[in-house]
């Protein structure tokens, strides 16, 4: 049984925030207030429970705070934390406290320019003053990144590794993966079911080690598509290089211990590379907030929106999600090609 003055403990007068755990499901008022009482600044918590906190939490920090607008320790306002987890109540809540919804926070966004995106959020700001709306070829633009994210919506990421190569067919991207394509002819599921398509006596797509070695290839409108069941090569830079001589290329990887990795190349120049960030810095691209990168408030599209991510980047618009998922067209072995 626990000791009742353990739960006295927790309620003991300190000017802090440490030991504290916000909860959308019903944070601890009594303990909350007994933090404030003993002299913890409001201010330094509230841009976390904004994110984390439940609404009740919410409105008694905003309603003590010294700065609606103050910044946490990334640079970003209570108000942008709550729309980047989707949490209407406290949204409404800080706007009602005078947060500045259009105040400029990175790249030039603003919170309320990010929450006109979100049709679950967007009526709390359309008709706030300052409020611009979005032009017609930028509706048409996040229609179209939508649509893509759509495409790949149910895609199981996890292990994952993707990548887009433009205006290449199949034999092309098989020769610049350093192999030879009559010695990979396209797969006969009916002679070689197995899962995804390796048969009998294949390659083991479920063994972490072996199919890392293994690159799945399928010509699609556009360009082609890579995929590795568990692996990493198709981020990998130095592929990404060697893929898009005269077009583009662009790979992601879903690793197994956290965080989505990739890289972006043109004309074999590296664009990009390294983690797909969850919070923005100044020179994330466009792509990144057209994709809504930022939003942590879907965690079941997980994936969906990287790959359509890295679809685009390599200038591809697909229809089909199945080139992703597999099984492919042909295997190719690339343990080689990454050089």
Known sequence: MQDPRDDEDRYAPRADWDGVRWSADGDDLRLLRARLGAGAEPDTALCEAAAYGSAAVVGELAGQVRDIDGRDGEGFTALWQAV???RAENVSLLLAA???????????RSAGGLALTVPSLAPLFERLPGASGATAGERALQREADQLIA???????????????????????????GADPAGHPVL???????PYGTGPGGFDPNDRDEAQNYAGVTGVPGGCVLMQ??????????LMASLSPSTAACGVSFHLGGGTFGASARNGAIEWSGELPLSPTPDVADAWWLFRLWDRAHPSSYGAREIAYACWTAGMRLTDSSPVGGPPRRWVRVGAAEG
């Not at 599921?189 to 197995?194: I, K, V």
């Open 151 to 177: 495409v790949f919506d149910g895609v199981h990421a996890e292990g994952l590794s993707i990548a887009f190569v433009a205006g290449l067919d199949e034999e092309q991207v098989i020769r610049r993966l």
């Open 229 to 238: 069941t568990l692996g990493h090569r198709l981020s990998s830079a130095s």
């Open 98 to 108: 005078g947060a500045d919804p259009w105040l400029s926070q990175c790249g030039g």
């Open 84 to 86: 980047c987890r989707g």
């Open 188 to 194: 006969d599921l009916d002679r070689a079911p197995g």
